[in-house]
């Protein structure tokens, strides 16, 4: 891990052995306040930053972070733990994916940028970067595949972090190894880049709130703040060896109702039929193939789709 990150300025206003409730302000129209959660250890210890919310139809991180920092003994606590439950507070008052006032998505636009010219999402994402992530020590990022996806779910980190991988790897058996994807834009690899030891998990997704899912994420928020250091743990969580998901998003050539020849968790070859599209009189208008060997680590949730929209995810 790199040398400790200075705190944020939120953690100053906290007294050693506290938690505290903050709203916190981008300044950023169409932004509502965030609600951030925050402790502060009393011994010194990693700041850890834990966000959800990045797309705002994605819901069991959210109840995730609420439960771990519920439960945190603050008293015991090595460190400190920042926790955003909602990052974009315009797209979860939406119910979308996307920001509503510019149709951007935040988790493509990291670290941001604070022209007056940039979108108000570009914005948004400059400032809670800035008064956040280049402040932390680690940063765990949850997802789910939202309305969109039925995704596997997934623990990963960004290529060559290897402390990252550990933890990941460590995150629960109900989630498989992944290494994501070095996408510029990403919350997760721009923390990389940033000088973080990063992590992002997936649950299934399909505009549900799953419990188990909570379960899942909660247990790993636990697992890795024990393996940091920060929290006691009954005992150390077994390391995941298996083979990590190594891949990337199949678009849809073209716009279509789709008809899926694969499931989610399906190994595949090369070259596999995915599916097809087709109209509504049923005629075939273009075929999708995996662009690699791998397992289906997710797929479309709506049939109805259009060109560039992401019809599997093969790693």
């Known amino acids: ?25 981008a300044n950023v129209d169409g932004f509502a306040p965030l609600t951030v959660l925050a402790a502060r250890g009393r011994n010194d210890g990693p700041t850890l930053l834990i966000t959800a919310g990045v797309h705002g139809d994605e819901y069991e991180g959210p109840v995730a972070i609420a439960r771990f920092m519920r439960a945190l003994d603050v008293g015991r606590l090595t460190g400190n733990v920042i926790a955003i439950l909602v990052l974009n507070t315009a797209a979860w ?13 935040l988790n493509r636009l990291f670290p941001g ?22 402040r932390a020590d680690v940063t765990i990022d949850l997802h789910a595949g939202g309305i969109a996806l039925d995704h596997l779910p997934l623990a990963g980190w960004v290529t060559g972090d290897a402390r990252g991988e550990a933890l990941a790897r460590r995150f629960g058996a109900a989630f498989t190894p992944w290494i994501m994807p070095a996408v ?9 880049h940033a ?8 649950w299934r997704g399909r505009g549900m709130l799953d419990p188990a899912g909570v379960d899942a994420m909660l247990a790993g928020l636990r697992n890795v703040a024990a393996e940091l250091g920060m929290i006691d743990a009954a005992t150390s969580a077994p390391v ?10 199949v678009l849809a050539p073209c716009d279509g109702l789709l008809i899926a020849r694969v499931c989610v968790g399906q190994t595949v070859a090369a070259d596999a039929m995915l599916g097809e599209l087709v109209d509504l009189a049923g005629n075939r208008l273009c075929e999708i193939r ?25 790693g």
Do not use: C, K
Not at 184 to 192: A, C, D, I, K, L
């Open 1 to 25: 891990m790199h040398a400790m990150a200075a705190q944020p300025d939120i953690l100053a206003r906290i007294a050693p052995g506290d938690m505290a409730t903050v709203p916190w302000d």
């Open 184 to 192: 510029p834009g990403v919350y997760t690899n721009e923390s990389h």
């Open 240 to 249: 995941d060896t298996g083979r990590a998901i190594d891949g990337d998003y």
């Open 93 to 105: 008052a939406n119910h979308t994916r996307t920001t509503p006032m510019d149709v951007e998505n």
């Open 195 to 202: 000088g973080n030891t990063a992590i992002g998990a997936e």
């Open 113 to 134: 940028s604070a022209s007056p010219a940039a979108s108000p999402t570009t914005r948004f994402a400059r400032a809670v970067f800035d008064a956040f992530t280049r």
């Open 290 to 314: 995996s662009p690699q060997p791998g397992t289906i680590a997710a797929l479309a949730n709506r049939p109805n789709l259009h060109e560039g929209d992401i019809v599997a995810y093969v």
